[in-house]
C-alpha cells in the first residue's frame, strides 16, 4: 500500500532546448526532495493537431536526439509517443516508454512495432472506447511477445468540443494491465474547441487527480510548462510549471 504512484510529467511537444532544460531541472528537484522517480515527457511530432498550420514539433531525428540529451544530462527516463510503425524502434533506442496516442489505439501495426522495441508501451484509450474495449489493444502487444503494457485513461467525447471522465475506467482496465494511468490535463481538454485549436479547463486537473487517486489508479499523466499561455501545444489544459509540486504533494 506504501508504493509511490508513477508521475508522468512535461511540455507537451517540444518547442526548445530552454524549455526542455527548465522543465527537467524542476522535475529533478521533485525527484530528490519526494524520493520519487518522475518520467519526463514531451513529443518530437505533434501529428494530430487540429489546424494544418498549428506547430508540430522538431521531428523524429532531431526530436529524439533533444530528449536522448535530456536523459543524458538529467538522467530522467523518456517517454515519448509514436505516430507510425517505422518510429518505433529509433524512438525505442531512448524512450523508456512507448505511447500510443488514443486516436491510434486500435492500429494493429503501430502497436506491434511498439512491443518489439521490448520497451513498455503506455496506450491511451480512445475518447470513443470503454476501460473493457481496452483488452483487445492490450492482447496485441501481449501477443507481441511484450507484457509491459500500460493503459491510461483521458476522457470520452461528450457531445462535441467536450469530454467527460468516466472513473469506472480506472478499475475496468486493471482487469487487463497491473498499471493505470490519469492523464490528467488531456482529460479537461476541450477538442477543436478553439476556433481552429483545442481548448481545455487546466482548473480542473488536481479534481481530476484525486479523484482518479480515489478509484485506484497508479499513476498521473501531467502536462506543464514554465508559461502554458505561450505554449505551442495544448496551453488552456496544461499546468504552470510552478504549479506542479502541490498537485504532487497532494496525490503523496
Known amino acids: 500500500m506504501n508504493k509511490k504512484p508513477i508521475f508522468i510529467a512535461g511540455p507537451c511537444v517540444i518547442e526548445s532546448v530552454e524549455i526542455l532544460q527548465t522543465?527537467?531541472?524542476?522535475?529533478?528537484?521533485?525527484?530528490?526532495?519526494?524520493?520519487?522517480?518522475?518520467i519526463f515527457k514531451a513529443s518530437f511530432d505533434k501529428a494530430n493537431r487540429t489546424s494544418i498550420t498549428s506547430y508540430r514539433g522538431p521531428g523524429l531525428e532531431k526530436g529524439i536526439q533533444m530528449l536522448g540529451d535530456i536523459k543524458d544530462k538529467y538522467g530522467l527516463k523518456i517517454l515519448t509517443d509514436?505516430?507510425?510503425?517505422?518510429?518505433?524502434?529509433?524512438?525505442?533506442?531512448?524512450?523508456?516508454?512507448?505511447?500510443?496516442?488514443?486516436?491510434?489505439?486500435?492500429?494493429?501495426?503501430?502497436?506491434?512495432?511498439?512491443?518489439?522495441?521490448?520497451?513498455?508501451?503506455?496506450?491511451?484509450?480512445?475518447?470513443f472506447l470503454?476501460?473493457?474495449?481496452?483488452?483487445?489493444?492490450?492482447?496485441k502487444v501481449l501477443e507481441s511477445g511484450n507484457d509491459k503494457v500500460w493503459l491510461t485513461e483521458r476522457g470520452n467525447m461528450y457531445g462535441y468540443n467536450n469530454l467527460a471522465v468516466d472513473f469506472r475506467n480506472i478499475p475496468d482496465m486493471h482487469q487487463w494491465t497491473s498499471t493505470v494511468i490519469m492523464d490528467c490535463t488531456h482529460a479537461v481538454q476541450r477538442p477543436g474547441g478553439g476556433g481552429g485549436c483545442t481548448s481545455g479547463n487546466r482548473?480542473?486537473?488536481?479534481?481530476?487527480a484525486l479523484a482518479a487517486k480515489a478509484f485506484g489508479v497508479d499513476g498521473y499523466f501531467f502536462e506543464?510548462?514554465?508559461?502554458?499561455?505561450?505554449?505551442?501545444?495544448?496551453?488552456?489544459?496544461?499546468?504552470f510549471l510552478n504549479d506542479l509540486e502541490k498537485v504532487i504533494v497532494s496525490l503523496l
Open 130 to 139: 470503454s476501460g473493457i474495449d481496452m483488452q483487445y489493444p492490450v492482447q
Open 203 to 208: 482548473e480542473f486537473v488536481p479534481m481530476m
Open 23 to 38: 522543465v527537467a531541472e524542476e522535475l529533478v528537484r521533485l525527484n530528490q526532495k519526494f524520493g520519487i522517480d518522475i
Open 224 to 239: 506543464t510548462h514554465p508559461d502554458p499561455e505561450k505554449a505551442l501545444s495544448d496551453g488552456p489544459n496544461m499546468l
Open 82 to 127: 509514436i505516430h507510425e510503425s517505422y518510429q518505433a524502434a529509433p524512438v525505442g533506442e531512448i524512450a523508456d516508454v512507448l505511447q500510443i496516442p488514443a486516436f491510434l489505439c486500435r492500429q494493429t501495426d503501430l502497436l506491434v512495432a511498439a512491443a518489439q522495441t521490448g520497451k513498455t508501451v503506455n496506450i491511451k484509450k480512445a475518447q
